[in-house]
């Protein structure tokens, strides 16, 4: 038996950017079947990786990397011979540590999306798209969710945003998803599948009415990421505002539709090969220039139509 190859990965970031990591860490597993993994990532990050079997500890860290706790945290990173360090920060702690090969971020790596960013550290001639490690347990944990139908089809909405600027009005997605499983919809007869953190609840309480209660299954607060990803898996649709849940369904290959208005799609928008952004008719910049700390008490997403987010999911539903 091989030895095993120590890799230490350093991506301290929130989830939706950790999220980039899922498809290269695959990827870098596959090509090192003795790969033994140490991540350090952000502890709300984490979970996102509890399925990788490759991945021999998990180190949350949410402190400052100058700091005490960092200081400790080098420390034992240290004592280890590391035969790959990746680090997309890049944190101070990559300066002070050995490593065979080394792929470290530029700190000027702003305006680069992360998955081309550590597709690139790790010189993959095309970027490795997001997707993550499910166990067979966590997949029948969601089937158990979903009830087990797998006939009828079902559409995701995540109705909840970071703040309230970034929030596309709870009341349209609730006409959004009526009209679109109605009789004439694309997904006809569907059922209606919402996700949410804690802090959404009070956005999904409109969308319960779109839809007969028995049509609805309701797990806002009730999901840990992965096990949504998992869920996601058997979705026909997904449409929500910039948030994990978006990124999670791109990551699923679920036909995702992000609104988006205060946040730059061109860097935050997931990379998929079913991703579709809906903007509002101001560009970012805009946007930006009118909220320039994106902090007031204002809502720019209303004047992306309802309309036109329904126009969008039909037309990309609709078989020719």
Sequence with gaps: ?????PILVIALDAPKKALALGGVLSRLLQEVPNAAVTLVTRSESAPLFADYPQIETVLPF????????GAKLWWHLRKRAWGLLLDTGPSLWSRFLLAKTRAIASPYHEDEHPVVLASRLLKLEVPELPWLQVSDARAAGAAMFLDGDEQTPLLAIAPGAPWQGAQWPAERFSVLASRLMNEE???????LLILGGEGDREAATALRMAAPKARVIELT??????????CLRHCHAFVGNDDIWLHLAAAANVPSFGLYGPSDDAVEAPLGRNVHVLRTPRRFEEIRAM???????MCHMLDLSLNRVYEAVRTVLTPA
């Design 291 to 297: 909220d320039p700390n994106l902090d007031q008490a």
């Design 1 to 5: 038996m091989s030895r095993p190859f």
């Design 185 to 191: 919809g694309p997904l006809k007869g569907a059922r």
């Design 221 to 230: 607060g009730k999901l840990d990421p992965l096990t949504a990803y998992a």
């Design 62 to 69: 949410d402190g400052e990397v100058a700091s005490w706790a």
